[in-house]
């Protein structure tokens, strides 16, 4: 670790948020074997915004149903090939967005990709945990979660 970061210690699993695209609470999955972090994302369309290459997508914070989707645009950033735990290889859009992780914002590079089949909807890979992060895989949720009657009203949606 580069000894100008203070480390902040983080489970294996977080609750995490998203704030410059407006998402409040959203489950991850911390993943040391992962590169790059990897986000959920529907309804993917490339776009141009004065001459820039744009994608707008989707997200679903909540595992069950809908609630509360938010509609994101951003600048592309990078293409990447990325190679899954199965070993098939897809090719992603690569965006980047600030994440608060355990009370941190740091800027982190996103790719987007299907991962509704999965239990998170959230990797939080290599290059993220890069500045300050220590994993304790034995804990969960070191951030907090949001208020069970967020988790509830969420999750019927």
């Known amino acids: ?45 490339e776009f141009e915004n004065d001459g820039v290459a744009w994608v707008r997508f989707t997200v679903h ?3 069950v149903g809908t609630g509360d989707a938010v509609t994101v645009e951003l600048p592309i950033h990078d293409r990447r090939t990325v190679r899954s735990s199965s070993g098939h290889t897809q090719d992603r859009l690569v ?30 890979g290599r290059e993220a945990l890069q500045q300050g992060y220590v994993v304790d895989s034995g804990a969960s949720y070191l951030g907090g979660r949001p208020a069970a009657s967020i988790r509830r009203r969420n999750q019927g949606k």
């Open 95 to 124: 965006v980047m967005m600030n994440l608060m992780l355990v009370g941190r914002e740091i800027p982190v590079e996103v790719t987007l990709t299907d991962r509704d089949e999965m239990v998170f909807r959230m990797l939080i």
């Open 61 to 63: 914070p909540w595992q």
């Open 1 to 45: 670790m580069n000894s100008h970061y203070s480390s902040t210690l983080t489970g294996w699993r977080e609750w995490v948020s998203l704030p410059d695209v407006g998402v409040p609470w959203i489950k991850a999955k911390i993943d040391t074997g992962a590169q790059t972090s990897a986000l959920h994302a529907d309804d993917i369309v």
